[in-house]
């Protein structure tokens, strides 16, 4: 029965991310749009509504190209690799008190272990697609991926001092419901270190090098179709919402909001989701690209030793104040 | 029941792809046939109640060794099987010396003594969490060990420095080098 009922959890999960990921590339679509001073989708649907679910059923359709030269093991399981990885992630949020498909003790970490698989899927992409374009995306990305992961742990390790445990409900809950209980003030340098992290992580405008357009077709992800491409979309939107929302349970203070909300307790923690998304997009409206040795550069020499200060910090401060 | 069938698979799947490893052509297959160890031994140590460690052994050696390797291969860029020398002269002196090997270590087997050790019990490692435990034992009754440790790491880490800057000044960076590490030392 247990075992039933967490089964119908996971299919209701399944259901709701899916149609997140959808959306959130109708809103992005729409939100650049409107930035840029244009509609952005307008024709299928009321203002393009049912835009996603055309685009997913075009993709869906599509023919699945393998090129000649590719490495087809490696290549068929990059995709998956990369979803399974991002999909795992989301069963150790808690979205609510209690709505949590696995309470672990160690879910922070659980969280990262996660995705440093995910970049396997995006190296072996590159690698195993047999084109100089998908190579020197999936090259970067490996780079990218292993720099900012260091920089992303640091800055939590002083969430994890403050809330003196790894898992995500502890941390929700010792930050209490009071405005001034949130991280976000006493681990300002953090917030700072893991949100700039956060973007590169998940290969976001201004550290999209990976798949740099006006230089390398589509990176990583060139010689894929259809379906497969599609796969790889998928888990690059639920990468961001799960980035997300590790911001709003660690910085923000999770489900806990000005007031309870009777029948959908976590309506704050979807919201402060929904904000972090939308400051994704906006970034990508407004800034340029950086350049690959200002990525290295600020990674190593800024926010490394910036994450390694608040750590002590934060250390010292908790020593003195207990 | 369960967790003897998880070990049991986590156990085939270790010698399976320990053995995939070192028997595949293409390198980055090879690299790849590791991760998924890593991933079924970071299983069984979730079997063990050790959290923490399945989590590190997955962060640590897949997410970024196992990476710097693939790096590696790839900036090689192998077209061709490289063929070495044997370190032994004979084979069968290699068969002999892994078997002694393989002896050696089943000998030390009945050196593990099951049970608790110490105030650690099963119930404590549980309630205190994992983490928790391994952190108070490593900060405290193994803290000399423990910066031994993250010493001959730096030292490591130091030298690769070393290595990396030579070629950039010429002649004067490794006696530097060399004194750095003398101070380490």
């Not at chain 1, 990885?85 to 498909?101: D, E, K, N, Y």
């Not at chain 1, 390398?216 to 979309?233: D, P, W």
């Not at chain 2, 270790?14 to 079924?40: E, Q, T, Y």
């Not at chain 2, 050790?117 to 549980?126: E, G, L, N, Q, Y």
Request: hydrophobic share 55%; aromatic share 14%.
């Amino acid at each position: 029965m247990d075992i039933l009922l967490m089964l119908v959890w996971i299919v209701i999960l399944f259901v709701v991310v899916m149609l997140h990921v959808a959306y959130a590339t109708y809103f992005e679509r729409k939100i650049i749009g409107h930035m840029q001073v244009r509609l952005g989708p307008m024709r299928i649907g009321w203002h393009g509504l049912l835009q996603p679910i055309a685009d997913g059923i075009k993709s869906f359709f599509k023919e699945d190209i393998i090129p000649e030269n590719a490495d087809r093991p490696t290549f068929l399981a990059a995709p998956i690799i990369c979803l399974v990885a991002m999909m795992t992630s989301l069963a150790v949020l808690p979205f609510a008190r209690g709505w949590v498909l696995a309470d672990i003790d160690i879910g922070l970490l659980f969280i990262f272990a996660m995705s440093s698989l995910a970049s396997y899927g995006v190296v072996l992409a590159g690698w195993s697609s047999n084109s100089k374009y998908s190579f020197l995306g999936g090259m970067r990305s490996m780079a990218q991926v292993i720099s900012y992961e260091i920089s992303m742990g640091l800055s939590l390790v002083g969430v994890m001092l403050m809330a003196g445990s790894l898992n995500l409900s502890a941390i929700v809950e010792a930050q209490g419901d009071r405005f001034l209980g949130m991280y976000l003030m006493p681990q300002c340098i953090g917030f700072f270190v893991f949100f700039i992290s956060m973007l590169a992580e998940t290969n976001r405008v201004p550290f999209d090098l990976p798949e740099a357009e006006t230089e390398l077709v589509s990176g990583y992800s060139t010689e894929y179709s259809g379906m497969r491409y599609a796969i790889f979309f998928m888990a690059e939107y639920i990468g961001m919402m799960v980035m997300a929302a590790i911001a709003t349970i660690c910085f923000l203070g999770g489900w806990n909001g000005p007031f309870a909300v009777p029948f959908f307790p976590p309506l704050w923690f979807v919201l402060k989701i929904y904000l972090f998304m939308f400051v994704f997009i906006w970034i990508r409206a407004t800034l340029p690209r950086y350049r690959y040795d200002q990525l290295m550069g600020l990674g190593w020499k800024v926010l490394i030793p910036l994450a390694l200060a608040n750590i002590v910090f934060t250390a010292c401060m908790k020593a003195i104040l207990t | 029941m369960f967790l003897q069938l998880f070990f049991g698979y986590c156990a085939l799947m270790i010698v399976v792809s320990g053995l995939l490893a070192i028997s595949l052509r293409n390198p980055v297959h090879c690299v790849l046939m590791v991760l998924v160890l890593f991933f079924h031994m970071a299983g069984l140590y979730l079997t063990l109640n050790a959290e923490f460690l399945a989590a590190v052994q997955i962060i640590v050696y897949a997410g970024a060794i196992l990476v710097l390797y693939l790096f590696v291969l790839f900036l090689v860029s192998l077209r061709e099987e490289l063929h070495l020398t044997a370190f032994v002269p004979n084979a069968w002196l290699g068969r002999i010396i892994a078997a002694g090997l393989a002896v050696g270590l089943i000998a030390t087997i009945p050196a593990f003594s099951l049970g608790e050790k110490s105030a650690w019990t099963v119930a404590a490692i549980r309630e205190a969490t994992h983490t928790k435990a391994l952190g108070q034992e490593l900060y405290t009754s193994y803290l000399l060990p423990f910066e031994i440790a993250g010493l001959i790491l730096l030292v490591a880490l130091i030298g690769g420095l070393v290595l990396a800057r030579r070629d950039e000044n010429g002649a004067d960076a490794p006696e530097s080098g060399a004194d750095g590490k003398e101070v380490l030392r």
